[in-house]
């Protein structure tokens, strides 16, 4: 990625120092992000989706690893008794591996195509002028931003858990597709987007890495486009 234009308030010398910045600005919000996931909440029952299974044998206990909490959240979380713990933390999960798999998507569809048009009519600057990977953050205008920020809040406010039911479950469906609770067909979509999820946070976090260190998005596979 060529560095910002002297028409950009960034100049070709402050670039390298912007990128660590950057590193270090959205490892901070991801730390943000998660002590607000972890941190006290009211409480939803979520009995009559959980009380039937052990939380050792739910869903997402996956070979080979199985059922894995070597620091007892479970057990001693500030939520409850172990099945209110796990139903938070298995919220934050879904919700971290669902915005995972959004992000490798994006990521990897950016490397190759953009929308068309302009992003900012006012800065006459188009989609195609934002770089993949976390460079955008110096690119993206601060009113494309404080667009998303809204959006997310709003999504975070009015979409809530439906009570008594699994974690994840926002009355939304699945890709507009009902499944009957507990069916058998349900049981294999949501372990599949569990281990989904938890690959695409390491993907994400990958992708993130390299960029780190190389200067670049997905340099590790730019030659074999």
């Avoid at 929308?115 to 800065?123: C, R």
């Avoid at 009902?178 to 994400?204: T, W």
Wanted: glycine share 10%.
């Amino acid at each position: 990625y060529d560095p910002p234009s002297s028409t950009n308030i960034f100049s070709f010398v402050l670039y390298p120092q912007i990128k660590s910045n950057t590193m270090r600005a959205v490892l901070a919000l991801l730390l943000a992000t998660s002590a607000a996931a972890f941190s006290p909440a009211a409480q939803t029952s979520s009995k009559s989706a959980l009380g039937a299974t052990a939380v050792d044998k739910e869903l997402g206990v996956q070979a080979p690893i199985g059922f894995f909490d070597p620091l007892g959240f479970i057990k001693n979380g500030p939520y409850g008794g172990p099945e209110e713990n796990f139903s938070h933390y298995r919220s934050v999960e879904v919700k971290h591996g669902r915005i995972a798999m959004a992000a490798t998507v994006g990521t990897l569809v950016q490397q190759n195509s953009h929308f068309t048009g302009l992003i900012s009519t006012s800065e006459n600057l188009s989609f195609e002028d934002v770089p993949n990977g976390y460079a955008a953050l110096a690119v993206v205008p601060l009113a494309g931003w404080c667009q998303m920020i809204i959006t997310i809040g709003l999504h975070e406010v009015l979409v809530k858990q439906r009570p008594g039911k699994v974690p994840g479950d926002f009355g939304t469906g699945y890709l507009g597709e009902k499944m009957d609770d507990q069916s058998a067909k349900q049981l294999r979509a949501l372990n599949v987007e569990l281990a989904n999820g938890r690959l695409a946070m390491l993907g994400i976090l990958g992708m993130w890495a390299s960029e780190h260190i190389h200067g670049s998005p997905l340099t590790e596979v730019a030659g074999l486009a």
